[in-house]
């Protein structure tokens, strides 16, 4: 029995003992040969020479008679299956319209026929077949639900409105690019990103220890027509400083100078230096002196170099002399050309606007730096120093386009400027000292 389980063994030991009793109860005579109605293997005749019946029928070996096994027919007898009543119809989906979904149909009574009595057949064991169950009537199918209406859609829920943006905090206007005492508003002196000019000439701060004071000073004065070689661009005069100007006549105009009353723009000196070769003095170039005789008063800006080695005023009076311009003489109302006992000292320049800065033609490592409030002492560009050359520049490590430079002038204050600009052009660095106390 190994492989099938128990109640599988139990089945084919009934079923054979009920096919057991079927043919004893055949062989005891329910029918005889004489029932026969038709050919062999239909039911009650002989059985087919290969002993097979009709469908249905078994040949009863020992009668040889084709023969309806018992029970077959009673296990038929299970009442036809209740119809079952029709499903209930869902009520309609709402549509999007929330059209209320109709009620289902009710179902319809199922009446499952009854089902036929098992024919009583004659088994092989003579054992009767039980006639079948009748059905039972299928019940009644209910009715559908009603439908229920569509619900109607909640609305969506009100948006919030965006929260509305706070304005952007108002930019401070740049200060404004005073420079010197009064000065115009700096030249890119507009508001935005130029607009202040930083730490541009807003507001003051102490400047000390600017130089030269002198009561018992001495003057001569000089034009560029004397000498001053016309070595700048366009033809322009060129000085020791590296300053650049025009002549008409006898008074000259340099440019990026003080120009603020009572400086002018003709209004400059030249300072006593060592030698032609041996500017000593360079770091003065761009300092301004203040000139008093009597009631006058000038401003002039240290432009240009009296070389010591062939100027005698200068070699004797080194530390006291200036060479003015033929326009600075006039306006101090000197009744000669070569006082002495005069009065002047180192002042802060009234410029207007921002600092210069201007790359030499054929050398972008130099660059003159220009209209500055005080005289500049130092350049760094990338954490090195520059060298201030006799004739004006300041030499630095490398191509100075595009670089920040950082400018020291002779009250130690700091100032970072951007050099741009092609060669020779005067650039607005739109950067400026903030005026002296």
């Known amino acids: ?6 109640a599988t063994a139990l089945g084919a030991c009934l079923a054979g003992i009920a096919t057991l009793l079927a043919l004893t109860a055949v062989s005891c005579g329910s029918h005889q040969s004489t029932d026969c109605k038709g050919s062999p293997g239909e039911e009650f005749c002989a059985c087919a020479s290969n002993g097979s019946c009709n469908s249905g029928l078994t040949c009863a070996a020992d009668l040889n008679q084709c023969l309806e096994v018992a029970g077959t027919g009673g296990s038929t007898g299970a009442g036809n299956a209740t119809g079952a009543g029709n499903t209930t119809g869902g009520g309609n989906t709402t549509g999007a319209g929330n059209t ?4 289902g149909h009710a179902g319809t009574s199922g009446s499952g026929a009854a089902g036929h009595a098992g024919t009583s057949g004659t088994g092989a064991g003579d054992t009767t077949g039980s006639a079948g169950t009748t059905g039972s009537t299928g019940s009644a199918g209910r009715g559908g639900t009603t439908g229920g209406g569509a619900t109607t859609g909640t609305a969506g829920s009100t948006g919030r409105a965006g929260t509305t943006g706070s304005a952007g905090t108002t930019g401070r206007a740049g200060t404004s690019g005073t420079a010197g005492t009064t000065g115009r508003a700096g030249t890119t002196g ?10 541009t000439g807003s507001g003051s701060t102490s400047c000390t220890n600017l130089g030269t004071s002198t009561t018992n000073g ?38 990026e100078i003080a120009t603020m009353s009572p400086a002018s723009g003709t209004y400059f000196a030249a300072i006593p230096g060592a ?16 000139i008093t005789n009597g009631g006058k008063s000038i401003i002039a800006t240290i432009i240009d170099e009296c070389p010591e080695d062939s100027n005698a005023p200068c070699k004797n009076d080194p530390t006291g002399h200036l ?13 000669n050309g070569d006082p002495s006992g005069t009065t002047w000292k180192m002042v802060p320049c009234p410029v207007t606007g921002n600092v210069f800065a201007r790359i030499k033609s054929g050398n972008p490592n130099q ?6 409030v005080l005289a500049i002492t130092n350049v760094t560009m990338n954490g090195s120093g520059g060298q201030h050359l006799n004739y004006g520049p300041w030499q630095m490590n490398g191509n100075v386009a595009g670089q920040t430079l950082t400018l020291t ?13 092609s060669a020779d052009q005067q650039y607005d660095t739109g950067k400026q000292f903030p005026k002296c106390q």
């Open 1 to 6: 029995m190994r492989g099938k389980s128990l």
């Open 100 to 103: 209320t979904g109709a009620a």
């Open 190 to 199: 507009s508001a935005g990103t130029s607009g202040a000019a930083g730490t």
């Open 218 to 255: 001495s003057f001569t004065y000089y034009y560029f027509g004397q000498g001053t070689p016309k070595s700048g661009p366009n033809g322009t005069y060129q000085t020791a400083c590296g300053y650049l100007g025009t002549e008409s006549g006898m008074t000259d105009t340099v440019e």
């Open 275 to 290: 030698s032609g070769s041996n500017f000593d003095t360079v770091n003065d170039c761009g300092a301004c002196a203040q």
């Open 323 to 335: 060479d003015l311009s033929y326009a600075a003489l006039n306006a101090l109302g000197y009744s």
């Open 367 to 372: 660059v003159f730096i220009e209209n500055s």
């Open 409 to 421: 002038d002779k009250a130690g204050r700091t100032l970072q400027i951007t050099a741009n600009g």
